[in-house]
């Protein structure tokens, strides 16, 4: 999934190797998402850690219960009403024998002998869901790997019944647990039309370091990371569609002016920009390929729009009106009128 990003303005395993060849054969590939007159009902066991990899599945359980649920579209299944023999592959399901011999006359038919866990036992009450995650975690070639599915419990067999059967990778610490669980959920949540936030970045001013400068951090607030060094007043970021660029205005150097950074690089970007004593709210075209910003080119603060380098610059309103702000929709931009 391509990961979107928002700005603001704010103050050693054999059992691995046998896991992964079971995970690419049963793999299906599914096209479309799954739709529901009501919120479908998804139960999502505590997955367990080999090796060195448990240390961190307190921290990949509450990241995969928390991004699955606060996304809204699936009804959660309290843990309390889930069996006591919990599966971590599809090998671990029996399906149930059926009795061969008939039932006497005026007896109920027989039960099926049960022997061991099986999809119904997550799709009849108490558990009473649609859904069912599981896994199991390892190390190999020193990453944490998870082997992670999802099933449609309602189907009458473990091939039918995978939705996902994949592989994740991370590196071996509680950073790393939380990116696998965060790329299953974010699959998981695909299945039903909804988009997870996973590798969602924000950019934000901040003046914490002594001076205004534009500052990155994920979605819930971590890994937060300076991203100009000016020492100047820098802000209004603004990220481009495909999320590689964010321009933001700085007096770094005298005047006001447009800077385009590299969100993979941090390469600043040549951007010509207009002398003028206002150049501020950049906004990307919805295609990336333009920026278009507010300059005071002859006294009147207009919107202007340029090529990414700043080339084929010109004034895109004309009123005897102060017009900043501009927001793109596809076919008409919009802007603050003073």
Known sequence: MKAKHIAIVLGTLALLAGGASLLTGQQKEITGVITSAERPAIAITDMRGAGDAQKYMDTFNATLWSEVSNAGILKMIGKGFYPTDVPQRPTDFQAPTIPTTPARRGDPPPKPIRNGPWLTDWSGPPVSSNYLAFGYTGVQDGRLVLFGWLFNVGQPDVTSAQVIGKLYFGTLDAEGARKVARDFAADILQQFGAKSLAGTKIYFASDRSGHREIWSMDYDGRNQKQITQYASTSGMPAVSPDGKLVAFTTYAGGNPHIRIHSTETGRRMPFYNP??????????????????????????????????DGSAFRRISNVRAIEVSPKVNPKKIGRAHV
């Open 275 to 308: 002398v003028s004593s206002v150049v501020e709210t950049p906004e990307f075209t919805p295609d990336g390929k333009q920026l278009l910003f507010a300059s005071a080119i002859d006294g009147w603060v207009q919107l202007c729009i340029a090529n990414l």
